[in-house]
């Protein structure tokens, strides 16, 4: 087996697999009476492939009050917001209530925001459906939602009581989204080293391996692991906890354009691919990055991620949403770049000029395609 | 001079009258530059009668940001929220900006929300403008916004980095705001004591006395000093700090009420007086209270408040409403009542009956007013 048997991230928090398990039914028969009404939030795909595995795993309380949202990116806004918390006033929600999240990263952000404001903070407890979630979305303390399509400008530091993490979920999930969780899980390997970056590679050859992984369980619970670790040392992200926004000043910008833009959006983790891959070019650039780790590491996502098209005339209208990233102030572009794999650097300042030259040179953008 | 002469409240937090004045100026000297922008709320109002003041007395940074919203409790919602935050976006606020809220318990309870879930949190200070605002909302970081009338549903437990109050702005209110925040200090001196309840007699015998007040620097300090404490105790309300809740379970009804059917709505305070007098009426019927106390305290209040004409026909509307509100849960009505002046009592449960009786008895409701 690729990956230590991690049995739990957290003795009383987060739970993955067998542990998830146990830890639910407990919860379910011991700690759920302490709640005046229990709300479960989802949407339509979870509601349909996720809550009927649960209802036939554990005894769910009897009187649940189901929530559903639409599904996808364009739905994490404040206008859902805003639908949900009627629901909870007009269905009776009090300060005593219980808000669960089942689903993927929108449902995880926009419901942990959601209980986080209702009456100034309702107890909630998040079930990750996918790999994204899972791995990320779930894990940290921020929630939030968009404004005007920009990520996560609306939110709060707010943390879940507990997280159960099913990998059973990952079968009920559309490759594309298996694909998109697989770029942060990318993120982390090269954040945490070469060893853990070598063992990725052994175990994701091609997508055919992704589909078929057979270790979930410990792959999920070491990635958590990760991100609790760094999270742990700067909840707020003052500092230490940018290195988890490799990828990111592009890869939202990038997740923005294309959900303003195209009819088929970009998910999350492929835009945090090709974001990564962008800001590897300006790691070579900026930083004296080994430049054939960027060509190994590139050839190795553009075996995954398909290639993104943006006209050449577009550049500069991503370049303007990466000024809207919430990372940057004072008119600054702030990435966080790699030095080597497990040596991601904060703060790093860019020109205009070098980001566009970088979106020029990274493989995975297409600027030719026409207008 | 009836009030203990309060320097300040908190060293580095709370400042009142000549001290907010040394304070302020302090802070704009050496506080602000730490600040990537600055971005001051104000309602129509304060922009017209506050900022002009704060422009005479103070040398304020060049290049402030003004955001402005509607004046009053039914702009306190979701919409102003969303519209100052995209404005926020627009202008160019980031992590490290500064939001000055300018105004009275609308503008610092929606500016604060404003503030705190912007990126997830940007700094934020009061200074509050109304009576209401300065011996009240603005202090014990309670921040939130109405959803369809109910008060504060959405908000956040957030404190402002600080507060300056300028006992000024209140020559600036009209008559009506300054009785608004009179109920706020009758509920303080009736939670306090005898001691502070013979002093606020002695310095408010009638309405004159209310607008000519000389003191109100040593009162405002003396009050939210009280607060303080308080709050500092149980600043989640998990507990004790629900006696500032007298007055408020058939207040914010009240409220909610006059906002929705009322062309020209109760205010806050005037809205807690009338719920002070009804929740002594049930102090008297649910747990002992002394009947000439009762007698005592609603002379005192009607000496100021107007009578509230309620269709009788509406009473179990108000009823319902009281069940909306957020101290209430599995359906109980749950009060702060008074067991002697000093002496509140925290969740009291009271009977939808008694509750009828009691608002029938109040003499500061006419239920007799025609259909």
């Not at 028969?29 to 809550?51: A, E, H, M, P, W």
């Not at 894990?139 to 530091?157: E, F, H, M, Q, S």
């Not at 070598?198 to 270790?215: D, T």
């Amino acid at each position: 087996m690729p990956f230590q048997n991690y049995s739990f991230i957290n003795r009383r928090h987060t739970f993955v697999g067998d542990f998830a398990h146990m830890a639910l039914a407990k919860f379910l028969k011991n700690g759920i009476q302490g709640y005046s009404k229990v709300f479960v939030l989802t949407d339509r795909n979870t509601k349909k492939y996720c809550l009927p595995w649960l209802m036939n795993h554990f005894r769910l309380p009897d009187e649940i009050i189901l929530v559903e949202m639409e599904a996808g990116e364009l739905h994490k806004t404040l206008e859902t917001c805003r639908v949900i918390w009627r629901e909870l006033a007009q269905t009776g929600a009090d300060r005593k209530s219980l808000l669960v999240c089942i689903g993927g990263g929108v449902v995880c952000d926009l419901g942990g925001f959601v209980a986080s404001a209702y009456m100034r903070g309702i107890a909630c407890i998040y079930l990750p459906t996918s790999l994204l979630a899972q791995i990320d979305a779930s894990v940290g303390g921020k929630t939030g939602v968009d404004l005007d399509g920009l990520k996560n400008y609306i939110g709060a530091y707010s943390k879940p009581k507990k997280i159960f993490i099913f990998p059973e979920f990952l079968k009920t999930l559309p490759f594309e989204h298996l694909l998109s969780g697989f770029g942060e899980l990318v993120k982390h390997a090269l954040i945490e080293g070469h060893e853990e970056w070598g063992r990725l590679k052994n175990s994701f050859a091609n997508i055919e391996s992704l589909k078929n992984f057979p270790h979930w369980q410990e792959l999920i619970a070491h990635s958590v692991e990760l991100k609790h670790k760094i999270v742990s040392l700067d909840p707020r992200e003052t500092g230490s906890r940018k290195v988890l926004n490799l990828g990111h000043t592009v890869g939202h910008a990038l997740e923005t354009y294309s959900l303003r833009y195209d009819k088929k959006p970009l998910l999350h983790g492929h835009a945090i691919a090709i974001g990564i891959m962008v800001e590897l070019q300006l790691s070579d650039q900026a930083i004296d990055y080994e430049n054939s780790l960027v060509r190994e590491i590139t050839q190795y996502l553009m075996t995954f991620f398909p290639k993104y098209s943006l006209r050449s005339d577009q550049v500069e209208a991503l370049i303007d949403l990466m000024f809207f990233d919430k990372k940057n102030h004072r008119d600054q572009l702030n990435m966080t770049l790699l030095r080597d794999i497990g040596q991601p650097v904060i703060n790093c300042h860019c020109s205009v000029t070098e980001v566009i030259h970088a979106i020029h040179k990274c493989p995975a953008i297409n600027t030719n395609a026409a207008g």
